[in-house]
């Protein structure tokens, strides 16, 4: 048992998990780390060490995957029927809604975010998109084919599953990203191998431990814990992972399609964005306002979908930036676990820095420092929503992805949606957007024109488990969520048959 740490708001059940030993999930099994290794985490609101966790590496990876095989080619998972694999993803759910209180309590230490948002929006989102897919388990179909083949066939498609899933999710969202790998990987029938990320591995393991009581089989699910450069590289360049789904950078996403080419695997990507805020003269103020606040700010700006890049309307520009700023300025900051908490910190110092660090190339380009600017305190890593003006399409706070509570605001005075559109998509990166405004025909028109996998109409971000999401350029490959998100599970089979 590691020393308690203390907090009044963790609850014993929390601290319990706080104090354990953070093993890795093998074959249904907790083991160390071969290396007998293990790393520290943190509560990013204090900077405080949380837990000890096993750092694996390439060889508790391939100890992973062999086990992720022997499950996948196995009768206990590969011969159930959909119908009882639903039932498990389902039964899944369940746990994570019972047990949301410590979920939320475990994701606010440590990831940062309010506890009221862990417990009351991700984790319901969670279970959300569990029975989502649940529910696909036994709709997963082919199509029967019409040929014009000489002679009498009956061609018909089946779709399979692909195999062995190497999944590498982010420190932004972990119990939301897991699930969003998980899930569909589970419907259609895969084995997975697991890689949280260094910063966030708490909840993933508390998932694992959900996982087991579920009564999904052993070695289908299997959790190692370790860092992007050692862990996540070897699920990468794996010889017997059949895909690899990545969620995080850019940077890291070239890497892993390098590291896939040794033997062809497949590889989807949901990586950066810097997602368009288009307001035109005559959108509702009181939705367009607190809707490009909560498109930049939430969960520290910690978004890949975040607006970061809002356009307003010379006509309504001043009024947005006045709104946006007073709304900033009554943003509750604070520790994750602190009540009323509306923003917790970012993840680490290293991301406070690099935050501030493009705040101060802002300043020094000519941006104005509308709103904040600065590090909120000396624990923990806070930093005040802000607000940029007299941004230019070439400054780098403008061009490159920040990640962090900080917008970017510029105005355009023109009515001709192709050039404002070409502004909006001057970038590397299509993941999402948002227009708002009352005309119905300017919305269809400049949703067509924005080149990004999701765009909202007088919202932002929506994320329902319906709605498929991903990236056009540099933003990724592939969509998750929704039935897209099964697609990327499955390889197609067809069969012809001479009668």
């Known amino acids: 048992m590691n020393a308690p740490y203390v907090h009044p708001k963790i609850g014993p059940r929390a601290a319990a998990f706080l104090a354990r030993e953070h093993k890795l999930l093998i074959d249904g099994k907790w083991v160390p780390a071969r290396s007998g290794k293990t790393f520290d985490t943190f509560d990013p609101g204090t900077g405080r060490v949380i837990a000890k966790v096993a750092e694996g590496d390439a060889v508790d990876v391939d100890f992973a995957v062999q086990a992720a ?5 196995g009768r206990a998972w590969r011969m159930m029927t959909p119908n009882e694999r ?12 019972q047990n949301a209180e410590e979920l939320g309590v475990l994701e606010a230490l440590n990831n940062g975010k309010p506890f009221a948002t862990a417990r009351d929006r991700d984790v319901p989102g ?11 388990a036994t709709k997963i179909t082919g199509e029967t084919l019409g040929i014009s083949t000489p002679g009498q066939f009956h061609a ?21 990203m897991a699930t969003w790998k998980l899930a569909p990987a589970l419907a259609t029938g895969c084995t997975v191998v697991l890689k949280p990320a260094e910063q966030t591995p708490l909840t993933a393991l508390r998932m694992g ?56 695997k497949k590889v989807s990507l949901e990586l950066g964005g810097k997602s368009p805020v288009i307001v035109f003269p005559d959108a509702d103020m009181s939705v367009a306002i607190p809707g490009a606040t909560q498109a930049i700010f939430a969960n520290s700006g910690q978004v890949c979908t975040a607006g970061s890049r809002l356009f307003a309307h010379k006509k309504v520009f001043d ?17 994750g676990l602190t009540d009323g908490s509306q923003m917790g910190p970012v993840i680490s110092q290293t991301q406070m820095e690099r935050v501030m660090g493009y705040v101060d190339q802002g300043r020094a380009a000519g941006a104005t420092v509308t709103a904040g600017g600065n590090r909120i305190g000396q624990e923990g890593y806070f930093v005040a929503p802000t607000i940029l003006t007299d941004t230019k399409p070439e400054m780098s706070v403008v061009k490159e992805e920040i990640f962090g509570p900080v917008l970017c605001a510029m105005s355009f005075d023109d009515d001709d949606l192709e050039r404002i559109a070409k502004q909006a998509n001057d970038s590397i990166y299509g993941l999402a ?57 499955t390889e197609v089979k067809s069969v012809i048959v001479s009668l």
């Open 69 to 73: 095989r022997r499950a996948f080619e």
């Open 86 to 97: 639903g039932k498990l993803i389902w039964r899944l759910a369940d746990l994570l809604e």
């Open 209 to 264: 431990e959900l996982i087991q009581e579920a009564g999904i089989p052993d070695g289908v699910v299997n959790i190692v814990t370790g860092f992007g450069a050692t862990a996540g590289a070897a699920i990468a360049a794996h010889p017997d992972i059949d895909k690899v789904g990545f969620t995080g950078s850019s940077e890291v996403g070239r890497i892993i399609v390098h590291a896939a080419a040794g033997n062809l």
């Open 319 to 335: 009024r947005m930036i006045d709104g946006i700023a007073q709304q900033a300025s009554q943003i509750r900051v604070g520790h």
């Open 126 to 136: 969670c279970a959300d998109l569990f029975r989502y897919m649940a529910g696909w």
């Open 433 to 489: 957007g948002s227009i708002w405004t009352q005309n119905i025909s300017i919305a269809h028109k400049m949703a067509q024109r924005i080149r990004a996998g999701r765009i909202g109409i007088n919202t932002h971000g929506n994320v329902d488990a319906a709605l498929p999401t991903g990236g056009f350029k540099q933003s990724g490959w592939g969509r998750e969520k929704g039935h897209e998100g099964l697609h990327l599970y």
């Open 156 to 176: 018909f498609t089946v779709r399979e599953p692909v195999g062995v899933v190497g999944q590498i999710i982010p420190w932004n969202g972990p119990l939301a």
